[in-house]
T-cell receptor
Framework: DAGVIQSPRHEVTEMGQEVTLRCKPI?????LFWYRQTMMRGLELLIY????????DSGMPEDRFSAKMPNASFSTLKIQPSEPRDSAVYFC????????????????FGEGSRLTVL | SQQGEEDPQALSIQEGENATMNCSYK?????LQWYRQNSGRGLVHLIL?????REKHSGRLRVTLDTSKKSSSLLITASRAADTASYFC???????????FGSGTRLQVQP
């Protein structure tokens, strides 16, 4: 498997523009998570999905942020309008829903999307 | 403050030495996991220890968990320059699916 795939890897945009980040989880994984990483706040959970349904979006900072998962192989995180304080690395991660000694529930991360809002 | 707090924030050692990183957390957990992040890359899972386990080994990694003190430690033995990275502990609270990550320890191994 190719792992979790995120795009774009880097995005530079101007304040007020719409930003869309994309994620393809590992095939067969039931859970998909979006995290944001900054120097000041570390890794923060934004939202996660189970079987394409949003379960917990309490970490989404504002209404400017929205996330969707239209099918099991694709998710988007959208910021509209973007602001300089949204500059961060956004990670998508997925995991299986089944837990056992062989499948303990580890997260598999993508390489991240580095967003810079000028 | 964050659920997991690592210390030290930064650690610099010589190749061949052992590196120990500590993590403290606040709530009851199902398991605790350690992840590694190379600069500019995503996080990679290293090892998981369940709440009913006290110690676990994987290659040069040794993890301990003390649930009474709500703390864990990660020991990397015989470190190598390639171990240079940031290391994060992550806890999965009882009854929850999401992981909460600590602030991380930046490890620098000098060749």
């Amino acid at each position: 498997d190719a792992g979790v795939i995120q795009s774009p890897r880097h995005e530079v945009t101007e304040m007020g523009q719409e930003v869309t980040l994309r994620c393809k989880p590992i095939s067969g994984h039931d859970y998909l998570f979006w995290y944001r990483q900054t120097m000041m706040r570390g890794l923060e959970l934004l939202i996660y999905f189970n079987n394409n349904v949003p379960i917990d979006d309490s970490g989404m900072p504002e209404d400017r942020f929205s996330a969707k998962m239209p099918n099991a192989s694709f998710s988007t995180l959208k910021i509209q309008p973007s602001e300089p304080r949204d500059s961060a690395v956004y990670f998508c991660a997925s995991r299986t829903g089944t837990e056992s000694p062989l499948l303990p529930g580890e997260l598999f991360f993508g390489e991240g999307s580095r967003l810079t809002v000028l | 403050s964050q659920q997991g707090e690592e210390d030290p924030q930064a650690l610099s050692i010589q190749e061949g030495e052992n590196a120990t990183m500590n993590c403290s957390y606040k709530t009851s957990i199902n398991n605790l996991q350690w992840y590694r992040q190379n600069s500019g890359r995503g996080l990679v899972h290293l090892i998981l220890i369940r709440s009913n386990e006290r110690e676990k080994h994987s290659g040069r990694l040794r993890v301990t968990l003390d649930t009474s003190k709500k703390s864990s430690s990660l020991l990397i033995t015989a470190s190598r320059a390639a171990d240079t990275a940031s290391y994060f502990c992550a806890t999965r609270r009882t009854g929850r699916r999401a992981l909460t990550f600590g602030s991380g320890t930046r490890l620098q191994v000098q060749p």
